[in-house]
Protein backbone atom coordinates (compact mmCIF):
# COMPACT_ATOMS: atom_id res chain seq x y z
CA UNK A 1 0.00 0.00 0.00
CA UNK A 2 1.06 3.56 -0.85
CA UNK A 3 0.48 5.82 1.21
CA UNK A 4 0.51 9.55 -0.11
CA UNK A 5 2.41 12.76 1.93
CA UNK A 6 1.33 16.22 0.78
CA UNK A 7 2.49 19.20 2.01
CA UNK A 8 0.19 21.63 3.60
CA UNK A 9 0.89 24.92 5.76
CA UNK A 10 -0.54 25.23 8.77
CA UNK A 11 -0.48 29.30 9.05
CA UNK A 12 0.02 30.66 12.61
CA UNK A 13 0.77 27.33 14.02
CA UNK A 14 3.69 25.33 14.33
CA UNK A 15 6.56 26.82 12.05
CA UNK A 16 7.35 23.73 11.20
CA UNK A 17 3.81 23.18 9.02
CA UNK A 18 2.42 19.78 9.02
CA UNK A 19 1.51 17.34 6.93
CA UNK A 20 -1.80 15.50 5.33
CA UNK A 21 -1.40 11.83 4.38
CA UNK A 22 -3.76 10.53 1.38
CA UNK A 23 -4.92 7.24 2.24
CA UNK A 24 -7.54 6.96 -0.56
CA UNK A 25 -9.32 9.65 -2.44
CA UNK A 26 -12.01 9.64 0.46
CA UNK A 27 -9.75 9.43 3.04
CA UNK A 28 -7.10 11.72 4.27
CA UNK A 29 -5.20 12.66 7.94
CA UNK A 30 -3.97 15.75 8.95
CA UNK A 31 -0.51 15.04 11.03
CA UNK A 32 -0.37 17.87 13.37
CA UNK A 33 -0.57 17.97 17.02
CA UNK A 34 -3.50 15.74 17.03
CA UNK A 35 -4.16 13.30 14.19
CA UNK A 36 -7.16 14.65 12.23
CA UNK A 37 -9.29 12.19 9.74
CA UNK A 38 -10.65 13.70 6.96
CA UNK A 39 -13.07 12.48 5.27
CA UNK A 40 -14.18 13.99 2.21
CA UNK A 41 -17.42 14.35 -0.32
CA UNK A 42 -16.05 16.59 -3.08
CA UNK A 43 -15.71 19.95 -1.63
CA UNK A 44 -17.09 19.08 1.65
CA UNK A 45 -15.55 16.69 5.01
CA UNK A 46 -16.21 14.91 7.92
CA UNK A 47 -13.96 15.49 10.14
CA UNK A 48 -12.57 12.84 13.15
CA UNK A 49 -11.44 15.20 15.67
CA UNK A 50 -10.51 18.50 15.15
CA UNK A 51 -7.17 19.29 17.04
CA UNK A 52 -6.47 23.30 18.16
CA UNK A 53 -8.37 24.13 14.75
CA UNK A 54 -5.32 24.35 12.66
CA UNK A 55 -6.69 21.87 10.21
CA UNK A 56 -8.78 24.40 9.12
CA UNK A 57 -5.97 25.87 6.91
CA UNK A 58 -5.04 23.17 5.41
CA UNK A 59 -8.60 22.33 4.02
CA UNK A 60 -8.64 25.01 1.04
CA UNK A 61 -5.46 23.57 -0.65
CA UNK A 62 -7.42 20.06 -0.64
CA UNK A 63 -10.24 21.88 -2.75
CA UNK A 64 -12.40 21.61 1.20
CA UNK A 65 -14.49 24.39 1.45
CA UNK A 66 -17.19 23.26 3.74
CA UNK A 67 -16.68 20.71 7.04
CA UNK A 68 -20.25 19.56 7.66
CA UNK A 69 -19.40 17.05 10.59
CA UNK A 70 -17.21 16.16 13.54
CA UNK A 71 -16.93 13.27 15.19
CA UNK A 72 -14.42 13.28 18.61
CA UNK A 73 -13.24 9.85 20.17
CA UNK A 74 -13.22 11.36 23.65
CA UNK A 75 -13.62 14.78 25.65
CA UNK A 76 -9.73 15.74 26.22
CA UNK A 77 -8.78 19.62 25.32
CA UNK A 78 -6.30 18.73 23.04
CA UNK A 79 -8.57 16.57 20.58
CA UNK A 80 -11.37 19.10 20.85
CA UNK A 81 -10.71 22.73 21.63
CA UNK A 82 -10.77 23.48 17.90
CA UNK A 83 -14.01 23.18 17.57
CA UNK A 84 -15.23 26.96 18.17
CA UNK A 85 -13.22 27.25 14.39
CA UNK A 86 -15.51 25.36 12.90
CA UNK A 87 -19.12 27.24 13.79
CA UNK A 88 -21.63 25.58 10.88
CA UNK A 89 -20.24 22.31 11.67
CA UNK A 90 -22.34 19.81 13.51
CA UNK A 91 -20.14 18.22 16.77
CA UNK A 92 -21.09 14.71 17.14
CA UNK A 93 -19.64 13.27 20.52
CA UNK A 94 -19.07 10.30 22.82
CA UNK A 95 -22.78 9.81 24.42
CA UNK A 96 -20.91 9.01 27.94
CA UNK A 97 -19.18 12.27 27.84
CA UNK A 98 -21.87 14.56 26.63
CA UNK A 99 -21.46 16.65 29.56
CA UNK A 100 -17.76 17.16 28.90
CA UNK A 101 -18.39 18.81 25.95
CA UNK A 102 -21.88 20.98 26.67
CA UNK A 103 -21.68 21.73 30.31
CA UNK A 104 -17.87 21.81 30.94
CA UNK A 105 -19.20 24.96 33.80
CA UNK A 106 -20.23 21.87 36.22
CA UNK A 107 -17.41 20.46 36.46
CA UNK A 108 -15.49 23.40 36.48
CA UNK A 109 -17.36 25.23 39.36
CA UNK A 110 -17.88 21.79 41.35
CA UNK A 111 -15.93 21.73 44.60
CA UNK A 112 -15.00 18.00 44.24
CA UNK A 113 -13.22 18.50 41.19
CA UNK A 114 -10.86 21.36 42.93
CA UNK A 115 -10.45 19.81 46.28
CA UNK A 116 -9.95 16.35 47.88
CA UNK A 117 -9.45 14.71 44.76
CA UNK A 118 -9.40 10.79 44.95
CA UNK A 119 -11.06 10.17 41.31
CA UNK A 120 -9.71 11.71 38.19
CA UNK A 121 -12.49 10.35 35.76
CA UNK A 122 -13.25 12.65 34.18
CA UNK A 123 -10.04 14.27 33.43
CA UNK A 124 -9.59 17.97 34.16
CA UNK A 125 -7.91 17.89 30.08
CA UNK A 126 -11.27 19.34 29.89
CA UNK A 127 -12.55 21.87 27.33
CA UNK A 128 -12.43 25.70 28.70
CA UNK A 129 -15.81 26.47 28.41
CA UNK A 130 -18.67 24.33 26.79
CA UNK A 131 -19.62 23.90 22.75
CA UNK A 132 -23.16 23.02 21.36
CA UNK A 133 -23.12 19.36 20.73
CA UNK A 134 -25.25 18.66 17.84
CA UNK A 135 -25.80 14.33 18.23
CA UNK A 136 -24.01 11.65 20.34
CA UNK A 137 -22.56 7.93 19.05
CA UNK A 138 -22.35 4.76 21.12
CA UNK A 139 -20.34 1.98 20.02
CA UNK A 140 -22.00 -0.21 17.20
CA UNK A 141 -23.61 2.91 15.82
CA UNK A 142 -23.08 3.33 11.66
CA UNK A 143 -23.43 6.29 10.32
CA UNK A 144 -22.95 6.53 6.38
CA UNK A 145 -21.67 9.81 4.88
CA UNK A 146 -21.00 9.93 1.41
CA UNK A 147 -19.15 7.07 -0.01
CA UNK A 148 -18.04 6.27 3.47
CA UNK A 149 -19.50 4.08 5.99
CA UNK A 150 -18.41 5.24 9.76
CA UNK A 151 -18.98 2.75 12.79
CA UNK A 152 -18.80 3.90 16.55
CA UNK A 153 -16.59 1.29 18.43
CA UNK A 154 -16.55 1.27 22.10
CA UNK A 155 -13.19 1.64 23.18
CA UNK A 156 -13.26 3.07 27.07
CA UNK A 157 -9.09 3.07 28.67
CA UNK A 158 -7.77 6.17 27.89
CA UNK A 159 -10.83 7.71 29.06
CA UNK A 160 -13.90 6.06 30.13
CA UNK A 161 -16.36 6.87 27.32
CA UNK A 162 -13.42 7.00 23.98
CA UNK A 163 -14.82 5.46 20.66
CA UNK A 164 -12.78 4.59 17.87
CA UNK A 165 -14.48 4.92 14.56
CA UNK A 166 -13.97 2.55 11.69
CA UNK A 167 -14.07 3.88 8.46
CA UNK A 168 -14.69 1.98 5.22
CA UNK A 169 -14.17 4.00 2.14
CA UNK A 170 -12.10 3.63 -1.01
CA UNK A 171 -12.26 -0.16 -0.46
CA UNK A 172 -10.67 0.41 2.65
CA UNK A 173 -11.20 -0.68 6.69
CA UNK A 174 -9.13 1.98 8.87
CA UNK A 175 -9.80 2.62 12.46
CA UNK A 176 -9.10 5.53 14.05
CA UNK A 177 -8.39 4.77 17.71
CA UNK A 178 -8.15 7.82 19.79
CA UNK A 179 -5.45 7.48 22.37
CA UNK A 180 -5.95 3.89 23.08
CA UNK A 181 -2.62 3.25 21.79
CA UNK A 182 0.03 5.69 20.10
CA UNK A 183 2.30 2.90 17.99
CA UNK A 184 3.23 -0.16 18.11
CA UNK A 185 3.83 -1.30 21.93
CA UNK A 186 3.46 2.31 23.40
CA UNK A 187 0.90 4.43 24.69
CA UNK A 188 0.53 7.96 24.83
CA UNK A 189 0.45 8.30 28.70
CA UNK A 190 0.62 6.00 31.65
CA UNK A 191 -1.42 8.43 34.17
CA UNK A 192 -4.71 8.24 32.31
CA UNK A 193 -5.04 5.00 33.48
CA UNK A 194 -5.14 5.37 37.01
CA UNK A 195 -8.63 3.86 37.66
CA UNK A 196 -9.91 2.08 41.45
CA UNK A 197 -11.56 -1.08 41.35
CA UNK A 198 -11.96 -1.91 44.86
CA UNK A 199 -11.56 2.26 46.28
CA UNK A 200 -11.66 5.21 44.57
CA UNK A 201 -9.03 5.96 41.75
CA UNK A 202 -6.49 6.79 43.74
CA UNK A 203 -5.59 3.27 44.40
CA UNK A 204 -5.84 2.20 40.91
CA UNK A 205 -2.47 2.50 39.33
CA UNK A 206 -2.86 1.39 35.61
CA UNK A 207 -6.17 0.25 37.27
CA UNK A 208 -7.68 1.05 33.23
CA UNK A 209 -5.20 -1.29 31.49
CA UNK A 210 -7.34 -4.59 31.32
CA UNK A 211 -10.60 -2.13 30.09
CA UNK A 212 -7.64 -0.33 27.70
CA UNK A 213 -6.99 -4.11 26.45
CA UNK A 214 -10.47 -5.47 26.12
CA UNK A 215 -10.77 -2.29 23.89
CA UNK A 216 -8.22 -3.23 21.84
CA UNK A 217 -9.20 -6.79 21.07
CA UNK A 218 -12.76 -5.27 20.00
CA UNK A 219 -10.97 -2.98 17.50
CA UNK A 220 -9.21 -6.16 16.24
CA UNK A 221 -12.21 -7.84 15.70
CA UNK A 222 -13.13 -5.19 13.13
CA UNK A 223 -10.55 -6.03 10.87
CA UNK A 224 -8.69 -2.70 10.24
CA UNK A 225 -5.85 -2.73 7.62
CA UNK A 226 -4.50 0.72 9.60
CA UNK A 227 -5.29 2.30 12.57
CA UNK A 228 -4.39 6.12 13.03
CA UNK A 229 -4.24 7.46 16.92
CA UNK A 230 -4.54 10.73 17.99
CA UNK A 231 -0.99 11.02 18.89
CA UNK A 232 1.50 8.60 17.10
CA UNK A 233 1.91 7.12 13.45
CA UNK A 234 -0.20 5.23 11.52
CA UNK A 235 0.04 1.45 12.02
CA UNK A 236 -0.72 -1.14 9.03
CA UNK A 237 -0.33 -3.91 11.03
CA UNK A 238 -2.86 -3.48 14.12
CA UNK A 239 -2.55 -6.92 15.41
CA UNK A 240 1.24 -6.93 15.57
CA UNK A 241 1.17 -3.23 17.03
CA UNK A 242 -1.81 -4.39 19.63
CA UNK A 243 0.10 -7.72 20.90
CA UNK A 244 3.17 -5.39 21.39
CA UNK A 245 1.29 -3.25 23.54
CA UNK A 246 -0.21 -6.02 25.69
CA UNK A 247 3.19 -7.30 26.40
CA UNK A 248 4.29 -4.05 27.00
CA UNK A 249 1.41 -3.55 29.73
CA UNK A 250 2.06 -6.89 31.18
CA UNK A 251 5.39 -6.43 31.85
CA UNK A 252 5.28 -2.74 33.39
CA UNK A 253 2.68 -4.06 35.69
CA UNK A 254 4.22 -7.22 36.99
CA UNK A 255 7.22 -4.95 38.22
CA UNK A 256 4.50 -2.54 39.78
CA UNK A 257 3.23 -5.44 41.77
CA UNK A 258 6.48 -7.15 43.04
CA UNK A 259 7.17 -4.22 45.38
CA UNK A 260 3.23 -2.34 45.59
CA UNK A 261 2.96 -1.38 49.14
CA UNK A 262 -0.69 -1.93 48.39
CA UNK A 263 -0.57 -5.49 48.31
CA UNK A 264 -0.61 -4.78 51.91
CA UNK A 265 -3.52 -2.61 52.12
CA UNK A 266 -5.62 -4.74 49.94
CA UNK A 267 -4.17 -8.26 49.00
CA UNK A 268 -7.42 -9.08 46.94
CA UNK A 269 -6.26 -6.98 44.40
CA UNK A 270 -3.33 -9.66 43.79
CA UNK A 271 -4.21 -12.99 44.32
CA UNK A 272 -3.00 -13.58 40.34
CA UNK A 273 0.25 -12.43 41.68
CA UNK A 274 0.07 -14.65 44.95
CA UNK A 275 2.98 -16.72 46.08
CA UNK A 276 5.36 -15.14 43.21
CA UNK A 277 9.07 -16.10 44.18
CA UNK A 278 10.23 -13.47 42.23
CA UNK A 279 7.97 -10.28 44.01
CA UNK A 280 9.12 -9.14 47.13
CA UNK A 281 7.62 -10.77 50.27
CA UNK A 282 5.68 -8.76 52.86
CA UNK A 283 7.83 -8.41 56.05
CA UNK A 284 6.15 -9.18 59.38
CA UNK A 285 5.33 -6.25 61.87
CA UNK A 286 6.74 -5.82 65.16
CA UNK A 287 5.79 -3.58 68.36
CA UNK A 288 6.96 0.43 68.42
CA UNK A 289 8.99 1.41 70.46
CA UNK A 290 7.52 1.99 74.26
CA UNK A 291 7.54 6.27 73.63
CA UNK A 292 4.94 6.19 70.78
CA UNK A 293 1.32 6.37 70.38
CA UNK A 294 -0.41 5.75 67.36
CA UNK A 295 -3.46 8.01 66.94
CA UNK A 296 -5.65 7.82 63.44
CA UNK A 297 -3.24 9.05 60.66
CA UNK A 298 -1.08 10.85 63.65
CA UNK A 299 2.33 9.18 65.19
CA UNK A 300 2.82 10.94 68.82
CA UNK A 301 6.23 10.41 70.36
CA UNK A 302 6.71 11.06 74.26
CA UNK A 303 10.29 12.43 75.56
CA UNK A 304 11.46 13.50 78.75
CA UNK A 305 9.06 15.72 81.22
CA UNK A 306 5.94 14.00 79.02
CA UNK A 307 6.33 16.27 76.33
CA UNK A 308 4.49 15.05 73.45
CA UNK A 309 6.02 15.68 69.52
CA UNK A 310 2.84 14.96 66.78
CA UNK A 311 3.88 13.70 63.63
CA UNK A 312 0.26 14.48 60.88
CA UNK A 313 -3.24 16.16 61.86
CA UNK A 314 -5.73 14.87 60.02
CA UNK A 315 -9.04 14.77 61.84
CA UNK A 316 -10.25 16.36 65.04
CA UNK A 317 -10.31 12.92 67.13
CA UNK A 318 -6.37 13.81 67.35
CA UNK A 319 -6.83 16.75 68.74
CA UNK A 320 -9.43 15.11 71.24
CA UNK A 321 -6.98 12.66 72.21
CA UNK A 322 -4.22 15.01 72.68
CA UNK A 323 -6.34 17.05 75.68
CA UNK A 324 -7.67 14.07 77.16
CA UNK A 325 -4.25 13.08 77.91
CA UNK A 326 -3.61 16.38 79.02
CA UNK A 327 -6.39 16.52 81.47
CA UNK A 328 -5.47 12.96 82.48
CA UNK A 329 -1.45 13.40 83.39
CA UNK A 330 -0.52 11.37 80.41
CA UNK A 331 1.04 13.93 78.95
CA UNK A 332 2.23 17.02 80.21
CA UNK A 333 2.82 19.35 76.87
CA UNK A 334 2.30 19.21 73.21
CA UNK A 335 5.44 20.99 71.99
CA UNK A 336 5.51 20.23 67.94
CA UNK A 337 3.90 19.39 64.97
CA UNK A 338 5.72 17.97 62.23
CA UNK A 339 3.71 17.37 58.69
CA UNK A 340 5.05 14.24 56.34
CA UNK A 341 3.47 15.37 53.48
CA UNK A 342 0.24 17.36 52.27
CA UNK A 343 -2.91 15.14 51.72
CA UNK A 344 -5.74 15.90 53.58
CA UNK A 345 -6.26 13.00 55.47
CA UNK A 346 -2.71 14.59 57.04
CA UNK A 347 -3.22 18.54 57.35
CA UNK A 348 -7.02 18.62 57.43
CA UNK A 349 -7.24 19.52 61.13
CA UNK A 350 -3.86 21.46 61.29
CA UNK A 351 -5.45 25.19 61.35
CA UNK A 352 -7.97 23.35 64.86
CA UNK A 353 -4.31 21.70 65.81
CA UNK A 354 -2.48 25.04 66.04
CA UNK A 355 -5.46 26.92 67.54
CA UNK A 356 -5.70 24.30 70.42
CA UNK A 357 -1.92 23.88 70.70
CA UNK A 358 0.97 26.61 70.84
CA UNK A 359 3.61 25.01 69.40
CA UNK A 360 5.82 25.50 66.39
CA UNK A 361 4.97 23.46 63.27
CA UNK A 362 8.12 21.75 61.16
CA UNK A 363 7.71 20.54 57.63
CA UNK A 364 10.27 19.73 54.60
CA UNK A 365 9.94 22.80 52.17
CA UNK A 366 8.57 21.09 49.71
CA UNK A 367 5.39 20.04 51.95
CA UNK A 368 5.65 23.42 53.10
CA UNK A 369 5.02 25.29 49.90
CA UNK A 370 1.90 23.14 49.02
CA UNK A 371 0.45 23.54 52.71
CA UNK A 372 0.94 26.79 53.32
CA UNK A 373 -0.82 28.23 50.29
CA UNK A 374 -3.15 25.28 49.01
CA UNK A 375 -4.99 27.96 46.45
CA UNK A 376 -1.86 27.65 44.16
CA UNK A 377 -1.79 23.64 43.79
CA UNK A 378 -3.86 20.94 41.87
CA UNK A 379 -2.86 17.96 42.73
CA UNK A 380 -4.26 14.69 44.32
CA UNK A 381 -5.54 14.48 47.92
CA UNK A 382 -5.41 18.38 48.14
CA UNK A 383 -6.84 20.17 50.95
CA UNK A 384 -8.12 23.76 51.16
CA UNK A 385 -6.87 23.75 55.14
CA UNK A 386 -4.25 26.50 55.41
CA UNK A 387 -1.45 25.68 57.66
CA UNK A 388 1.34 27.73 59.31
CA UNK A 389 4.30 26.48 59.48
CA UNK A 390 7.13 27.82 61.73
CA UNK A 391 9.99 25.87 60.43
CA UNK A 392 10.54 24.95 57.02
CA UNK A 393 13.89 22.33 57.15
CA UNK A 394 16.41 21.82 54.64
CA UNK A 395 17.16 18.09 53.57
CA UNK A 396 19.78 16.16 56.01
CA UNK A 397 19.04 19.26 59.22
CA UNK A 398 18.84 17.76 62.43
CA UNK A 399 18.06 19.42 66.18
CA UNK A 400 17.32 18.13 69.47
CA UNK A 401 14.14 17.59 71.16
CA UNK A 402 13.49 16.11 75.15
CA UNK A 403 16.43 13.31 74.59
CA UNK A 404 15.83 12.94 71.14
CA UNK A 405 17.87 13.87 68.11
CA UNK A 406 15.80 14.41 64.98
CA UNK A 407 16.50 14.47 61.33
CA UNK A 408 14.42 16.25 58.66
CA UNK A 409 15.10 14.88 54.76
CA UNK A 410 13.01 15.09 51.75
CA UNK A 411 11.65 11.81 51.22
CA UNK A 412 9.81 12.12 47.71
CA UNK A 413 8.21 8.93 48.06
CA UNK A 414 4.19 8.66 47.81
CA UNK A 415 4.90 12.13 46.62
CA UNK A 416 7.41 14.51 45.37
CA UNK A 417 5.93 16.86 48.27
CA UNK A 418 6.91 14.83 51.22
CA UNK A 419 9.04 14.66 53.91
CA UNK A 420 10.90 11.89 55.99
CA UNK A 421 11.67 12.39 60.12
CA UNK A 422 14.65 10.34 61.83
CA UNK A 423 13.75 9.94 65.56
CA UNK A 424 16.83 8.66 67.78
CA UNK A 425 16.72 8.06 71.11
CA UNK A 426 15.87 5.29 73.90
CA UNK A 427 17.74 2.89 72.11
CA UNK A 428 15.86 2.99 68.72
CA UNK A 429 16.10 4.69 65.81
CA UNK A 430 12.57 5.27 64.17
CA UNK A 431 12.10 6.65 60.69
CA UNK A 432 8.55 8.09 59.79
CA UNK A 433 8.21 8.03 56.72
CA UNK A 434 4.29 9.02 55.99
CA UNK A 435 2.36 6.92 53.91
CA UNK A 436 5.55 6.34 51.15
CA UNK A 437 5.92 1.98 52.72
CA UNK A 438 4.37 -0.16 54.07
CA UNK A 439 5.78 -4.44 54.79
CA UNK A 440 4.91 -4.77 51.36
CA UNK A 441 6.67 -2.11 49.02
CA UNK A 442 6.62 1.18 48.33
CA UNK A 443 3.37 3.17 48.11
CA UNK A 444 3.60 4.51 44.19
CA UNK A 445 -0.14 3.44 43.37
CA UNK A 446 -1.20 6.68 42.27
CA UNK A 447 0.70 8.23 39.63
CA UNK A 448 -1.00 11.57 40.15
CA UNK A 449 0.82 12.04 43.01
CA UNK A 450 4.80 12.72 41.05
CA UNK A 451 6.17 9.98 41.89
CA UNK A 452 9.42 9.66 39.56
CA UNK A 453 11.14 7.01 38.09
CA UNK A 454 15.52 7.49 37.68
CA UNK A 455 18.36 6.87 39.91
CA UNK A 456 18.31 9.50 42.56
CA UNK A 457 14.65 10.60 42.02
CA UNK A 458 11.43 9.57 43.59
CA UNK A 459 11.49 6.27 45.84
CA UNK A 460 15.24 5.53 44.40
CA UNK A 461 16.28 8.50 46.75
CA UNK A 462 13.80 7.92 49.59
CA UNK A 463 14.95 3.37 49.57
CA UNK A 464 19.01 5.22 49.79
CA UNK A 465 17.94 7.32 53.13
CA UNK A 466 16.35 3.87 54.66
CA UNK A 467 19.83 2.20 53.34
CA UNK A 468 21.76 4.75 54.63
CA UNK A 469 19.51 5.42 58.45
CA UNK A 470 19.40 2.00 58.37
CA UNK A 471 15.84 2.40 60.63
CA UNK A 472 15.41 -0.06 63.87
CA UNK A 473 11.67 0.62 62.87
CA UNK A 474 9.35 2.39 59.86
CA UNK A 475 6.48 3.70 60.21
CA UNK A 476 3.30 4.36 58.25
CA UNK A 477 0.87 6.68 59.54
CA UNK A 478 -1.76 4.28 58.07
CA UNK A 479 0.02 0.78 59.56
CA UNK A 480 0.06 0.25 63.05
CA UNK A 481 3.08 -1.90 63.60
CA UNK A 482 6.53 -0.82 62.74
CA UNK A 483 8.89 -2.80 60.98
CA UNK A 484 12.65 -2.93 59.14
CA UNK A 485 13.51 -3.85 55.26
CA UNK A 486 16.78 -5.84 55.17
CA UNK A 487 19.65 -4.92 52.80
CA UNK A 488 19.01 -7.29 50.52
CA UNK A 489 15.23 -6.02 50.30
CA UNK A 490 16.72 -2.36 49.92
CA UNK A 491 18.97 -3.66 46.55
CA UNK A 492 16.07 -6.17 45.32
CA UNK A 493 13.31 -2.48 45.12
CA UNK A 494 15.69 -0.27 43.96
CA UNK A 495 16.95 -2.93 41.22
CA UNK A 496 13.25 -3.20 40.51
CA UNK A 497 12.78 0.55 40.16
CA UNK A 498 15.73 0.59 37.46
CA UNK A 499 14.51 -2.21 35.30
CA UNK A 500 10.91 -0.31 35.50
CA UNK A 501 12.48 2.72 34.17
CA UNK A 502 13.55 0.52 31.32
CA UNK A 503 10.09 -1.06 30.72
CA UNK A 504 8.41 2.14 30.81
CA UNK A 505 10.38 4.08 28.78
CA UNK A 506 9.68 1.30 26.24
CA UNK A 507 6.11 1.40 26.13
CA UNK A 508 5.79 5.37 26.68
CA UNK A 509 7.09 7.69 23.59
CA UNK A 510 9.05 9.97 25.42
CA UNK A 511 12.87 11.30 26.29
CA UNK A 512 12.39 9.44 29.47
CA UNK A 513 9.27 7.58 30.75
CA UNK A 514 8.52 10.24 33.90
CA UNK A 515 7.04 12.77 31.04
CA UNK A 516 3.96 9.77 30.70
CA UNK A 517 3.74 9.18 34.28
CA UNK A 518 4.13 12.16 35.83
CA UNK A 519 1.28 14.29 34.90
CA UNK A 520 2.23 17.59 36.28
CA UNK A 521 5.18 17.92 34.33
CA UNK A 522 3.79 21.26 32.68
CA UNK A 523 1.43 23.00 35.32
CA UNK A 524 0.71 26.96 36.37
CA UNK A 525 1.84 28.41 39.22
CA UNK A 526 -0.30 29.51 40.71
CA UNK A 527 -3.14 27.02 39.82
CA UNK A 528 -6.04 29.03 40.85
CA UNK A 529 -5.97 33.06 41.89
CA UNK A 530 -8.58 35.78 42.47
CA UNK A 531 -8.82 39.29 40.99
CA UNK A 532 -10.90 42.15 40.06
CA UNK A 533 -11.98 42.94 36.83
CA UNK A 534 -9.93 45.03 35.01
CA UNK A 535 -6.09 43.37 37.22
CA UNK A 536 -3.27 42.10 35.79
CA UNK A 537 -2.68 38.49 35.86
CA UNK A 538 0.67 36.60 36.17
CA UNK A 539 1.03 33.08 36.42
CA UNK A 540 4.38 30.93 35.72
CA UNK A 541 4.20 28.22 33.24
CA UNK A 542 6.68 25.35 35.17
CA UNK A 543 8.09 22.95 33.03
CA UNK A 544 9.74 20.05 34.34
CA UNK A 545 13.00 18.47 32.06
CA UNK A 546 12.61 15.00 32.29
CA UNK A 547 14.91 14.49 29.55
CA UNK A 548 18.42 13.87 29.45
CA UNK A 549 19.79 17.23 28.52
CA UNK A 550 18.58 20.98 27.89
CA UNK A 551 15.85 21.43 26.54
CA UNK A 552 13.88 24.65 25.14
CA UNK A 553 10.41 25.46 25.90
CA UNK A 554 7.99 27.56 25.10
CA UNK A 555 4.18 28.88 26.04
CA UNK A 556 1.25 31.21 26.01
CA UNK A 557 -2.11 31.34 27.96
CA UNK A 558 -4.92 30.90 25.27
CA UNK A 559 -7.29 33.63 26.51
CA UNK A 560 -11.14 33.59 26.96
CA UNK A 561 -11.70 37.38 26.60
CA UNK A 562 -8.54 38.42 24.14
CA UNK A 563 -6.02 36.56 21.61
CA UNK A 564 -3.95 34.36 23.14
CA UNK A 565 -0.77 35.63 24.73
CA UNK A 566 3.02 36.11 22.40
CA UNK A 567 5.12 32.84 22.99
CA UNK A 568 7.93 33.01 25.54
CA UNK A 569 10.30 30.73 25.83
CA UNK A 570 12.96 29.84 27.66
CA UNK A 571 16.10 26.81 28.01
CA UNK A 572 15.67 24.46 31.02
CA UNK A 573 18.62 21.86 32.38
CA UNK A 574 18.46 18.35 32.47
CA UNK A 575 16.18 17.07 35.09
CA UNK A 576 15.13 20.66 36.63
CA UNK A 577 12.67 23.25 36.89
CA UNK A 578 12.06 25.77 34.21
CA UNK A 579 9.65 28.88 34.41
CA UNK A 580 7.62 30.89 31.79
CA UNK A 581 6.08 34.06 32.94
CA UNK A 582 2.54 34.78 31.81
CA UNK A 583 1.12 38.27 31.86
CA UNK A 584 -1.85 39.62 30.73
CA UNK A 585 -4.78 41.94 31.92
CA UNK A 586 -8.54 40.97 32.46
CA UNK A 587 -10.56 43.06 30.15
CA UNK A 588 -12.85 45.08 32.59
CA UNK A 589 -16.59 44.04 32.66
CA UNK A 590 -15.58 40.39 32.75
CA UNK A 591 -18.14 38.74 34.35
CA UNK A 592 -17.94 37.32 37.80
CA UNK A 593 -16.70 33.98 38.20
CA UNK A 594 -14.26 30.92 37.64
CA UNK A 595 -12.86 31.00 34.62
CA UNK A 596 -10.47 28.88 32.68
CA UNK A 597 -7.27 30.10 31.25
CA UNK A 598 -5.49 26.88 29.15
CA UNK A 599 -1.59 27.27 28.06
CA UNK A 600 -0.05 25.69 24.93
CA UNK A 601 3.07 24.17 25.41
CA UNK A 602 5.92 23.45 23.25
CA UNK A 603 8.71 21.40 24.55
CA UNK A 604 11.90 19.83 22.50
CA UNK A 605 9.79 17.90 19.07
CA UNK A 606 6.54 18.11 21.04
CA UNK A 607 3.77 20.78 19.87
CA UNK A 608 0.92 20.31 22.97
CA UNK A 609 -1.99 22.35 22.34
CA UNK A 610 -3.89 23.52 25.68
CA UNK A 611 -1.95 21.15 27.64
CA UNK A 612 -2.52 22.46 30.54
CA UNK A 613 -4.67 25.61 32.68
CA UNK A 614 -4.93 28.06 35.45
CA UNK A 615 -7.43 29.30 36.97
CA UNK A 616 -8.55 33.04 37.40
CA UNK A 617 -11.65 33.84 39.98
CA UNK A 618 -12.85 37.15 39.19
CA UNK A 619 -14.72 38.55 42.05
Known amino acids: ?9 ACGADPKGAEVLALGEHLLVFEGPINVGIVRDGAKALLIDCGDGRVADALPSLGITTVERILFTHHHRDQACGAPVFRDARLVVPAPERAYFDAVESYWNDPKSRWHIYNVHPHHLMLARSVRVDGTLRGGDLLEWGSARIRGIDTPGHTDGSLSFLVEVDGLRVVFSGDAIYDRGRIWDVHSLQKGTQTSDYHGFMGAAPVLIESLARILTEKPEILIPSHGRPMRDPAGAIAALRERIDASYDKYVAISALRHYFPKLFTAFADRKDHMPIRKGKAPPPFLRHVG ?4 FIGEEKAAFVSDCGGKHVIDVLKGWLADGTIRSVEGLWVTHYHDDHVDAIPEFQKAF ?9 VAEVIANPIAWRIPCISPSKARVDRVTEDGE ?3 WRGFRLTAVHLPGQTLY ?12 VFLVGDSFTPAGIDDYCAHNRVFLGAGAGFDRAIARIEEFKPTHILNCHVDVAWDFTPEECRFMRANLAEREKLFGALLPWEHPNYGIDEAWVRCFPYEQEVAAGAEVTFDVIVTNHAPGIRAASARAVLPWTPPTDWRAIEIPAKRDGAIRIGFRIPPGTPAGRHVVPVDLRHGDKDLPQFTEAVVVIR
Open 418 to 429: HGGLLVEGQGAR
Open 358 to 366: DCPCYADRS
Open 398 to 400: SWT
Open 297 to 300: TSWI
Open 1 to 9: MILLYLAVC
